[in-house]
């Protein structure tokens, strides 16, 4: 997850019901109901089902009892094996004689029942522990690569935009929100889509990209300009061999600043070139553009396999020559100004002009920037990439260039095509993601809407499932982890003074978005956001095509604007966080404000474990290996002393063996711990504050806050429970492969154990022996 953009708290609690108040609400409502015969049929049902309902909970309750019993033995069970080893937590956990019987409670306790495997102890391995009841009751859907708790809730979500968006229009509905249900049924309109073929999208192709030597007899070497094809590309949404887009200006954020960078790939990463010729999931890539192109219609069939073995061989080499990530975590090194005339000159050759390249996209009517000089800055993100992509250019076959061009366009498009490309594409999925059935059409169209319009939608789900409350408690819970964070700051031995004076100062002043940004309730803000976007119900090609000429529109207008500190990068439907260094926030979408993560019901020690612990993620994300190198004003600034660069540098060093080091049995390879250093530090950093700010909110409390019922766990244990919960996941080894290769985050077993391998509060909450698994001898800790 990119958890990439926190002091005491109110008594927000929700006052236990015990038992017998229970018994005693109900013969209060059964009284009620005999001494008034007067009331009507209807209510009198509802009554009914009311006490019916809270019977069940009552029920529910005793049957956790009961079984709590039995998890009580089998946790001394495990634990008399460790007799005789010296524990390090002289007492026994902080625990509470009372029990919360509200319903959210007993459900939760029932949850969290179900998810565990109390035969494996949690010193032992805590991951097995809190998720073995998981990953026993659950499998992989053989539509996806993977399946973890995120899913169940993003898939939850999904379920209630899709309600959203095939309700029956009204009279009051926004435009935007029409729009975007006609985007939905044009997406799930395969009988359009097979029945219009493929002749409108190559006539697109001839006239706004070009002929193809591949599927074209017209194709002419003598008149093919790559630089008016990459404009045309360009201009179309589609981003090939260089990439360009405004941005904030890292050493200025208060304005937009033009930048160049490598470009994407065909395949998942980089990595998937960087592999034997012949290689399972490359060979797979070159028959999935074999088919689109005989699909299409070859040009010249004795020719065809020739030139699509040349089109990936052209792709292997411009993933050899881009910068690998590692290389691309220092930001400095990323940020080298030049000015446009200074491009120019560096990289234009015979086959490619940056000078028109630049102007013709900046100065075409629907972007309308005509001051753009030889003389503005752009900021060069990847150097070596453009010395060495000019002599690749230089040194390709115009037909190769020509057929590579065409088919990354082509690509984007397939799945708004008949059903034979998208069977093509499915294929090379297959291998690639080892998923074995499409998705449904109904969910995969409805995520791609949200996607697309969340805004608007996001509009009718924070009406409908998103509390105010929630965003209240929130906050508070952002007050707790900063707190957190400056207490921990302050018990650094690696750190100066002054640099804990400057990351304090950093923490106090970043900025919070929770829920959903307060422009959706703004009518008229949404029809004017989405005035460039009006779908059709029966056309999906052409609202792709829309979609991606505005998208790149909109964004290339930015440059002359000033920098809106309040834009949001995910709608509020979205089951993800984030934190921006350049604008030094961070966001909590209102789709991610769900159980198991967060319920206002919930006990703290959930809240905590969970949101808590994804809050404290995103806030170490800001003193990362990436975040530190930004001030609090999110300009790019050496803040901190050269000294303690490098004690960071040792720390996060720790972090990078210990992760490097863990194996993923499924595709036999080790974790590739530089990528995702960011994120690991992060965890480890989000994790111990997320504990510290729980034990400060029970301490301003006075007393333990009460347990859930049928459960033999502390509210401590609860909370590492609770927050390794929602890591708990399952993978195909395909999954995995591209995880290393291309990912920046660990996989979700490794998310739990090394957090939870470092942190001196688990093992002592858990009583673990320094000669357990989970008791490491060596912690990384960082933050």
Request: aromatic share 12%; glycine share 6%; net charge negative.
């Amino acid at each position: 997850m990119a958890m990439a953009k926190h002091s005491h708290f109110a008594a927000e609690d929700i006052a236990p019901l015990h038992r017998p108040g229970i018994l005693t609400f109900i013969q209060n409502c059964l009284s009620e109901k005999s001494n008034k015969n007067n009331m009507s049929g209807g209510v009198k049902a509802l009554l009914f089902v009311l006490v019916l309902a809270l019977v069940a909970v009552v029920v529910l309750a005793v049957v956790i009892v009961q079984i709590r019993d039995d998890n009580k033995d089998t946790m001394k069970e495990t634990s008399d094996k460790n007799k005789g080893d010296k524990i390090d937590e002289e007492k026994p956990p902080k625990t509470s004689d009372e029990i919360c019987l509200t319903p959210t409670c007993i459900t939760a306790a029932a949850r969290i029942l179900k998810n565990v495997d109390a035969s494996v102890h949690p010193c032992d391995d805590f991951y097995k522990f809190a998720c073995g009841g998981w990953l026993k009751n659950n499998e992989i859907p053989e539509d996806r690569s993977y399946y973890d708790v995120f899913s169940e809730v993003a898939a939850d979500v999904n379920r209630k935009v899709k309600r959203i968006l095939e309700e029956p229009p009204a009279s009051d509905d926004l435009q935007a929100v029409t729009s975007a249900r006609n985007l939905y049924q044009s997406c799930l309109d395969l009988d359009t889509m097979n029945n219009r073929g493929d002749q409108h999208f190559k006539d697109w192709l001839k006239a706004n990209i070009g002929d193809s030597p591949l599927i074209s007899t017209s194709w002419n070497e003598a008149t093919f300009d790559l630089t008016d094809v990459v404009i045309n590309a360009t201009k179309q949404g589609s981003s090939l061999l260089v990439g360009i887009y405004p941005d904030v200006d890292d050493k200025n954020s208060s304005v937009h600043i033009m930048k160049i960078d490598q470009p994407g790939l065909g395949m998942p990463g980089q990595k998937y070139y960087l592999v034997p010729r012949n290689d399972t999931m490359l060979m797979a890539y070159q028959t999935f553009i074999y088919r689109v192109a005989e699909t299409m219609g070859f040009a010249d069939p004795a020719t065809a396999q020739q030139d699509v073995e040349d089109i990936v061989d052209f792709e292997v080499q411009l993933a050899q020559v881009r910068i690998i990530r590692y290389l691309r975590r220092d930001a400095e090194a990323l940020y080298n100004p030049m000015t446009l005339a200074e491009v120019h000159g560096n990289y234009s050759t015979g086959e490619f002009d940056f000078m028109r390249f630049v102007t013709s996209l900046l100065t075409a009517p629907e972007i309308g920037i005509t001051d753009f000089t030889e003389n503005e800055t752009i900021i060069n993100i990847s150097p070596s990439y453009f010395r060495n992509f000019t002599e690749l250019i230089r040194n390709t076959p115009k037909r190769t260039i020509a057929n590579y061009v065409y088919w990354r366009v082509t690509m984007g498009f397939l799945g708004s095509l008949t059903q034979e490309y998208k069977d093509h594409r499915f294929e090379y999925y297959k291998v690639v993601y080892g998923v074995k059935t499409e998705e449904a059409r109904d969910k995969m169209c409805s995520r791609y809407t949200r996607y697309q319009t969340g805004f608007a939608i996001g509009k009718i789900f924070v009406e409908r499932h998103f509390e105010p409350e929630a965003k209240a408690m929130a906050l508070e819970m952002i007050a707790g982890l900063q707190s957190a964070f400056d207490e921990l700051v302050n018990e650094l031995s690696w750190m100066d003074a002054e640099t804990k004076r400057l990351a304090q100062e950093k923490n106090e002043v970043i900025q919070s978005k929770i829920g959903y940004p307060e422009f959706v309730r703004n009518d008229t803000y949404l029809e004017e956001l989405y005035s460039n976007l009006t779908f059709t119900s029966d056309q999906y090609f052409e609202n792709n095509l829309m979609i991606m000429k505005e998208g790149y529109g909109s964004w290339m207008r930015v440059l002359r604007k000033p920098v809106d500190t309040d834009a949001w990068f995910m709608s509020p439907a979205t089951v993800n966080a984030y934190y921006y260094a350049i604008n030094n926030e961070i966001a909590f979408p209102a789709g991610i404000l769900q159980p198991p993560f967060f319920s206002k019901d919930f006990p703290k020690s959930l809240n905590f474990g969970g949101i808590g612990m994804v809050i404290g993620h995103e806030i170490t994300h800001g003193f990362d290996d990436r975040g530190r190198q930004y001030d609090k004003n999110g300009n790019l600034e050496q803040w901190w002393s050269d000294s303690v660069i490098q004690n960071f540098k040792d720390k996060a060093q720790c972090i990078v063996d210990q992760y490097g080091a863990y194996v993923m049995e499924e595709a036999d390879m080790n974790l590739n711990g530089i990528n995702t250093q960011g994120e690991n530090i992060a965890d480890n950093g989000g994790l111990k504050q997320a504990f510290r700010a729980y034990r400060n909110w029970v301490n301003a409390r006075g007393k333990e806050e009460p347990i859930l019922p049928g459960l033999p766990y502390s509210n401590d244990q609860l909370f590492f429970i609770n927050q390794a919960q929602v890591w708990c996941n399952l993978e195909r080894r395909e999954s995995v492969i591209q995880l290393i290769r291309s990912g920046v985050h660990s996989p979700g077993q490794y998310r739990v154990i090394g957090p939870n391998q470092n942190s001196e509060d688990f093992s002592r909450v858990f009583s673990c022996p320094k000669t357990s698994f989970m008791n490491a001898e060596k912690k990384c800790q960082v933050w």
